[in-house]
């Protein structure tokens, strides 16, 4: 048992892993001396013997508890269960990894029939006692008696009560009820518990707190909690802790009140001391929204006391923790109290400027700064703004809907869902909605994963729609007072237009705003400056984006380049900081204007010949192509992969393309269905395709070859610079087949280079996108001389399963653990990671040197670039706009984060 | 340089690598003392060089080629180029592995206009010196100057001007020419050649030496030579030895002859000296079949001295050698040579034969018996004949076209076609045709592996098509003279009948007889004794085969099984010798009268309840399958694999069925086509199927579990032997897929067993049939309590290839070499074999006893199978006609062979 209290503390920060980040923390501030109500945690050791022992609790459990609640009795100076003045706890759950709102919490506990008279009497103030006491019974059954049907608010029992209550004194505030309603409601609430249970409400205060202890840990694996646990990859084993803590009240009276607080702004980074407080309520009050709560800066007159006391904590805990603190507090008449503090949660942007910040002020290292920022959060700094224009002109035409807090920066338009599970369905269709809530709950999680953006009409900056959108990326605009949601009827009512689910609405996540329809977008201040050649904005990001990227470059050993095959790609490519094209997939030119039609005209040929006379036409399209990419890339090295997908992906399958496509050509429509009929596979992914169409058809690689060192030729002659040319063959298998293509590549090269009178440095290599290429890689590596890992193919030939396909069945197997990730996001460590193992130990074995990148879509997954750096790649490859990211996260392998 | 002669040999019958087949069994009939006219052979070692030197032959060889001609000139006291008396040469060719007619060879070599003339002399007879000269300048011109295209007779230009020669004459005959037709003849080849080449046909004696030594060792790598290496996995590296041979004339008038014989009957493998001889021919007429020879005992009364030694020495040869031989000889004049013996070609009929009665001979013992017959040949006994009834029935109409020779055993019935280009056409698109040629060369042997039977209207038992089919296992009838065959006009007339291309035919190779249309076939005699209870007939292959079987299950270490799911399977299976069942696909039972229906109605469920509706019906449909076949097999375990395929297999895809399935089942149209539209997918290979579907509907499991359980029961109580149940859950990719399904199988078989109160012995364990299974083993051996290898599938996921699209370029890889064998028909060792290794290695680590066997269709194949023994798998399984096969290859694999 670990106690805390003004005396000090058994544990401190260091002890996450056993007392969770609350109790940790706690215990930490006791020894600092802070203000902290005194209590004791149970260690998350207590929560896995719970675990494994069938949910039974340690023997010796009981009597440490007793005599822990026995020290929080002396120091407060009340007893549990004393009728006469009695203490009260909470019991609250907390994990190593801070998991907000996923797990339960119970206030107030230790109140019955007598100690509420007790309370009400030591307090003076028999309303709050009330007050308290049916809020406890409301969270308690909730919680540890499970009354409460999660998802949809209409089905809490307890609230429909209240509002009943409400309604029959013709009052709209919780806290226009008077004594003797609240003494009502609670004897409604009681009876309401007994007849769902079929028993009493427990009023033993010691029963009351087993009972919440045993729900706090059960609450480690409910839905929310296993579905966050997924999506942040945190292990189901670590459990969590639960500490006990003697209550203290912000609700008792206007000389009470109940806050968050921030030492940095959670939004933008800003170096100001920010947050809300709201005036004699609970904690509870302010997380989930329920009233708009006042800016923290309020309490400057309202409490001044306290106000200058948690000015000096919030500086003390900052520079104590060095990171911005994330404060809860509770000011009790007049005292101020600290319930809380943890790293706060925060924006990509406001991620990238503290951890600069931070260093600038000597608090950190550049280390230390590159661990702390995720590298996915860098892409909120990509994302794109709200074209000034469109706002303005939506204004003008009256869109502009109203304003709320800009609790999650960035700009997203979509149509309106008002459930969660409706802006799941839409995502599975494609479209990313605007989920539309009153307020969000923990149960709203996957819904909020899905939308685009997030929009409530009630609830702050630290509200739970405001925290988890911050931490997600997504785009919200909470606490939208004038939006009147009706579910029931699936509309928004605002300044007296009526929209319906479905209807479009855009949220400007920076600014608050709402508008109805559509907006246009325009790049953000990082995108503008890097892409556009704009000047950063005053006060923009870009200065410390840039500052961090260039430590994660002086840091990171894994090279970092780019997917692109258009010149405008590769240009962003390098902005971006790519050292090159890891992937230049030559079919995407081949839907270029006036491109497609020869392409079908090759494929259509019947012979050779009539092959290589479509083949010739395309030529010099293709070496304009790469001409293109070679002027945006060089000297930076560009790796090119010849043919890949099957000949059908060219040809239209419906009657009327078809018809289309055969009148353009001048053939038979017959040809063209015939062929297209022809090319159909069962299972194209595992068909005619790869270099095993190179191979039938020779002419089409050649082709190829002739245009990339052509346009080679070209781009050296008119620069005096030789673009890096690096051939990359698909799908190879066994070796002969990448001898054959090698073959045909070389000579083709001597050709052009024989006939140009020019020298053009070039490699020859492969993909390993097969288990049998990974399992020959020594072999194969005799003739490539690089490898380029294709992990989405691996990823779908070591599991069998088709990236197309899997859909019906993979959410399915990570939402039941089957999978811990999904493995086309994440590479699969022990599969694919170990063919991968393989190919680099026996390829490099083979030849001295091999180079060795990686060029799936797992280039551009934090976890995946960190096993790339294990495995001993060269570099990582990705799209351009996840290039930065890539960046962060090779510094984070380098530095072992 | 290997010279041999009538005083001995340098080399002998061990040095079959060095010396080919054919040169190292010159050199040991000389040690032997046995006639045959003397020589010298250029080793293998020579061709190797050649081609490793850019065709350049060893800087040496000129004068030892000098010195060994100098022994051979001295022995027959002729020299080589001599105008008055010249010594003449064949060069041939001979590679370690028996190719026969696949390599080129020149004989008569040495002549030119004088030489000619000197031959004349020294004969006595010009017009065989000039009919030598014809056919030396018409060989050489082919061989060495590349003058004939392959394939197509009519391209033959010397055979053209042949035909116009005798045109003129209006002879019919080759023979019927005479001196000045033939000098006339040989001008205008002459021309010929040097009109085509540009250069005079060479006349100096020494210079056709060189170049006819080039030819064969370029012959090594002709197209024919390369297919048949592929087709008898010969490695290319082995190269071929070349022969220089002094001529002996078998066309020298009345008294001389050539022909081959056989120590034993190659169709039957009966004791009896047999073969054919051609007097006053060449060797090349008797193997070309351009005239159809004499039985080999005609010789007793044209020339009984040579018949007298011919028989001594055949059974000298075939003692020395202990296995039968086949026999070339030539007669000259009277006097008998031997020009070559090796190990005969024989039916798979006669392969069993003769190696048993060889042993019970005692010539050779078990060991060696088990190692001289081709698993693959054992298929020829299990083919079905012709029923004796349908064969009465075709000759009463009338439908009896002819008889030819029986040479290739064995009843086949097809289309007919002309070219082997058209046989191939035709087996692509799944029809095995009657190949019908006039002759069969080697450029044919594609098209006769296509075809069922082959056809030949000239030509003997040891004519090219005879030779080969036999090898093959085709069914043939050889030298059936009356057919008249217009390539032109696409028909063959017989007996005042005309049939066309695509005409049905029947041709018994057993003995030889022809039919119009198809005729009904019967079991072979083995599969009437083992499969109908038949007694055998007399002379029947039965005991034998019976002896050979029981040998290899003494000798084998390797269990063998079958894939089966019937009962009749199961019988088959057993009587065949398979000691369980290895794979039972249940979805094969799901087709069954009266369950496709409830098929359908499972899968166009909406609900898990409208499912388990359906699966209640389906269930006692499923235990009647699965007590068949314990009844079939009990006490042999029997492994059953739950539902594999995509759902959508079961479901009607055209429009017409949709409607009738949605009117038997009573629903919309538009639900069972929407179903079938939903369920289909882009790569159905890996898509939901597998483990996936037990996982998203553990109801199926459950109910095949019940089924499988209840049966066990049910034949349990009433046999009162309790089957052994192996349950096999298919694409397990990680453990955790197989805890899921192992849980719901346990669980049911424990509810099962209890409420019939008894015992069933069962194992769960799993496919490894992916990659990752393979090399997650170790861990998934953990729960599976076998494994057995799904290679079909293996190979597919680690090739990256579908075998239903493979088709579009496998044979082409094949045919070029970039894969040694098709994939999917042999075990690739290097790729799906090391992740087989991975996967014995580690599962039998992690779990003591692992049981491991094999169940894709590699498990029926001979060398695949031998990597199984190698790999130390527990078992194989196949077909149950593959089941003798698979347990002879088992023997040769523990004998090392």
Redesign the interface.
């Known amino acids: 048992m670990w106690s805390f209290g003004p005396d000090g503390a058994d544990g401190d920060r260091s002890q996450k892993d056993l007392l969770g980040g609350k109790g940790a923390n706690l215990a930490e501030m006791c020894r600092l001396g802070l203000p902290v109500p005194p209590g004791f945690t149970l260690s998350t050791a207590v929560c896995t013997h719970w675990y494994a022992h069938g949910r039974k609790l340690p023997p010796g459990l009981p009597a440490e508890v007793e005599s822990a609640l026995e020290r929080v009795e002396r120091t407060v100076g009340r007893r549990f269960g004393d009728a006469a003045d009695p203490l009260l706890v909470s019991v609250r759950s907390g994990s190593r990894a801070s998991m907000p709102g996923m797990m339960d919490t119970v206030l107030n506990l230790g109140l019955n029939a007598r100690t509420v008279e007790g309370l009400a009497r030591a307090s003076g103030n028999p309303r709050f006692a009330w007050d308290a006491y049916r809020r406890f019974v409301a969270m308690y059954s909730d919680v540890v008696l499970g009354l409460k049907s999660h998802g949809e608010r209409a089905l809490d029992p307890f609230r429909a009560e209240l509002d009943r209550a409400k309604a029959e004194r013709g009052v709209k505030l919780d806290t226009d009820l008077e004594l003797d309603d609240l003494r009502a409601l609670v004897t409604r609430y009681l009876a309401l518990v007994e007849a769902r249970t079929g028993r009493p409400f427990p009023s033993d205060p010691r029963e009351q707190l087993w009972g919440a202890i045993s729900a706090v840990f059960r609450s480690w694996n409910n839905e929310r909690a296993i579905a966050y646990r997924a999506m942040h990859h945190i292990p189901a084993a670590w459990g969590t802790a639960c500490s006990v803590v003697a209550m203290v009240f912000g609700n008792l009276g206007p000389d009470s009140g109940t806050g968050v607080a921030f030492t940095r702004d959670p939004a933008t980074g800003a170096k100001r001391f920010t947050g809300e407080v709201l005036m004699n309520a609970q904690g509870e009050d302010v997380v989930a929204g329920l009233r708009t709560p006042d800016p923290i800066e309020t309490l400057a007159t309202r409490s001044p006391q306290a106000w200058q006391e948690l000015v000096a904590i919030q500086a003390r805990l900052e520079s104590h923790y060095r990171d911005m603190q994330d404060i809860e507090f509770t000011i009790e008449r007049g005292r101020l109290w600290v319930l809380q503090c943890r790293s706060g949660k925060r924006t990509g942007t406001a991620a990238v400027r503290i951890a600069v910040e931070l260093v600038k002020e000597r608090v950190i290292d550049q280390r230390e700064a590159l661990l702390r920022v995720e590298p996915a959060s860098l892409d909120q700094l990509l994302q794109p703004v709200f074209e000034p224009a469109a706002v303005e002109a939506a204004r003008r035409a009256g869109r502009r809907l109203t304003k709320g807090l800009n609790a999650g920066p960035g700009a997203a338009s979509g149509p309106i869902a008002f459930t969660p599970s409706r802006a799941i369905e839409l995502a599975k269709r494609g479209v990313r909605a605007v989920l539309t809530r009153v307020e969000t709950s923990p149960d709203d999680i996957l819904g909020m994963q899905a939308a685009a953006g997030i929009l409530t009409a009630r609830g702050g900056m630290t509200s739970h729609a405001a925290l988890v959108a911050r931490q997600m990326g997504r785009v919200c605009v909470a606490g939208a007072g004038e939006l009147e949601i009706d579910y029931g009827a699936g509309t928004l009512a605002v300044q007296g237009r009526t929209l319906r689910e479905g209807d479009w609405i855009s949220v400007d996540g920076s600014t608050g705003e709402v508008y109805a329809g559509e907006l246009a977008t325009r790049s953000s201040d990082v995108c503008a400056v890097l892409l556009e050649g704009a000047k950063p904005q005053k006060g923009s990001i870009w200065p410390h984006f840039k500052t961090l990227l260039g430590w994660a470059d002086r840091h990171r050993t894994l090279g970092v380049r780019a997917n692109a095959d258009q010149p405008d790609q590769g240009r962003a490519a390098v902005a971006f900081g790519a050292e090159g094209i890891g992937l230049c997939r030559t079919e995407h030119m081949f839907f270029g204007e006036g491109k497609i039609e020869l392409v079908r005209e090759m494929i259509l040929a019947e012979s050779a010949e009539e092959r290589v006379r479509a083949l010739k036409k395309l030529l010099p399209l293709q070496r304009a192509d790469f001409a293109g990419l070679f002027r945006a890339l060089s000297p930076r090295p560009v790796t090119i992969r010849s043919l890949d997908p099957p000949l059908h992906e060219f040809l239209p399958h419906d009657e009327a393309a078809v018809a289309a496509v055969a009148k353009h050509l001048g053939l038979a429509t017959e040809r063209v269905r015939d062929k297209a009929e022809a090319l159909r596979?069962?299972?194209?992914?595992?068909?005619?395709r790869g270099c095993?169409l190179g191979?039938?058809y020779p002419e089409i690689t050649i082709m190829q070859a002739r245009a990339i060192f052509e346009a080679a030729c070209d781009v050296a002659a008119e620069s005096g610079r030789k673009p890096r040319v690096e051939i990359m063959i698909p799908?190879v298998?066994?070796r002969?087949?990448l001898d054959?293509q090698a073959e045909v590549v070389r000579a083709t090269a001597a050709e052009v280079c024989a006939e140009r009178r020019t020298k053009i440095p070039y490699l020859v290599g492969t993909m390993i996108?097969?288990?049998?290429a990974a399992?020959?890689a020594g072999?194969i590596a005799r003739t490539a001389e690089f490898f380029s890992f294709g992990t989405n193919?691996l990823t779908?030939?070591?599991?069998?399963?088709?990236r197309?396909?899997?859909g019906?069945?993979l959410p399915?197997?990570v939402e039941r653990?089957?999978?811990a990730d999904d493995p086309f996001s994440t590479l699969?460590r022990?599969?694919?990671g170990?063919?991968m193992r393989i190919a680099v130990a026996e390829g490099r074995a083979a030849r001295r040197g091999l180079k060795l990148g990686i060029c799936g879509e797992h280039g551009g997954d934090p976890r995946s670039i960190a096993l790339c750096h294990e495995l001993g790649l060269d570099y990582v490859s990705c799209s351009p706009f996840r290039v930065p990211l890539a960046r962060l996260a090779a510094a984070q392998a380098a530095l072992g984060g």
């Open positions: 596979e069962q299972n194209p992914m595992l068909g005619l095993r191979i039938l799908l298998g066994t002969a087949e054959l996108e097969l288990p049998r399992l020959l072999d193919d779908q030939t070591t599991f069998g399963i088709s197309d396909d899997g019906r069945f399915e197997y653990g089957i999978h699969d022990d599969g694919v170990r063919l």
